[in-house]
């Protein structure tokens, strides 16, 4: 049985193609590379009805996947989250029909887990020994980890005001972790020095192929738990955009095996206004994104000042009919506490953006009464803790509590 359908490389903006069994990074014209499959032999082997006795993780749609052989598969049961429906919440903004698919659940916590899954198994695949990375915290927490399962090393850089809890996962899974003074780019510059001057495999967002492979799951299982219906709207908090491409790539894969049928969802990038760079290229109905100088947000894994990927996000968002939308930070924090109250559910600040996003999209009227609305929470808000500050009392032993106790509102 042929475990994966998949063909070759292919470049979004040149045509240029490649071959899956070498390590490859961008295309030589500086583009990205996607993995395309056989379609063909994909669409006569494989039904929707083979999923139902597979076990709840990303590698049930393995014929989709990169991975050639199995046993390089190096997996912690990531994916196949829960889509949970927010009833109180979606009534308290007028969105009848609010899901919330959440990726608070997997292993390190957030969906970079899906993109470290499959990166790192096809690293191993194709004899990566070596990676090296610039994180905002989240990707270089699951890449190390999964790396350290699979017997990879890697180089670590990451911002020293990153989540502190990432810092401590990637130290502790053995990688080589520097703290920069700076952002993401500035890590960047330096994993790309560091990759020339010691010839390691530079699995930056986007520079090696197979990371939105793995984010791309989170599509498919949207369209399998929705039964195969496309909801109307799907909103993605947006960094490096892959886990966006990712879904879009997923769904259009979907309508060519013929599994789903109709117009794709809406797709929404939500950022912070203290980096959106996509929002303002969207707003200036522009194809690419400018570099957002001095950026800064409490949702660390939205502070991407200049995506590699930003031309195939903006091509979702027009393709679709989607749209982009900035975020204070203060308004997240504020959806974070109504998300928690109303649902039970503690979500990342990325997260909240989405809720608040969905509040303000409806007010404008641009989601409409009845739609089905997905929102990506995309991890734990435990992940956060010095997100939310609290005053509460202290008792001494012995103490008493003096008046009756009722829920704040
Ligand atoms: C990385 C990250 C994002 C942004 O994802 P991209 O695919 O890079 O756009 C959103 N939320 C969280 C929690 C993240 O870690
Ligand atoms: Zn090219």
Known sequence: MTYSYVSHLYCPKCEAVYDTKQQHQ??????????????????AAWKPEDLLKREPSLWRYHELLPVENETNVVSQGEGMTPLIKMPTLGQDMDVVNL??????LVPTGTFKAR???VGISKAKEVGVKEFAMPTNGNAGAAWA???AKAGIRSTIVMPKDAPKITRNEVALSGANLYLVNGLISDAGKIVGQAVKDFGLYDVSTLKEPYRIEGKKTMGLEIAEQMNWKMPDVILYPTGGGVGLIGIYKALNELKKLGWVEGDLPRLVAV??????????????????????????TQAFGINVPKALGDFLVLDAIYKTQGCAIAIDDQTMLDEQEKVARLEGSFVCPEGAAVFAAIRQLQKEGWIKNGETVVALNTGAGIKYPDTVSIDVPTLEIGDSIKKEPAAKN
Not at 99 to 104: F, H, L, P, Q, S
Not at 271 to 296: D, L, M, R, Y
Request: with cysteine; proline share 4%; net charge negative.
């Open 115 to 117: 993109g470290a899954a």
């Open 145 to 147: 980890l999964y790396g």
């Open 271 to 296: 950022q912070a206004t203290g980096c959106a760079p996509i929002v303002k290229a969207w707003q200036e109905g522009k194809h690419e994104s400018e570099f957002w100088a001095n950026s800064s």
């Open 26 to 43: 961008l295309c030589t014209c500086g583009s990205p590379l996607l993995v395309d499959y056989d379609w063909d032999k994909l669409k």
């Open 99 to 104: 899901y919330m698919k959440d990726e608070g």
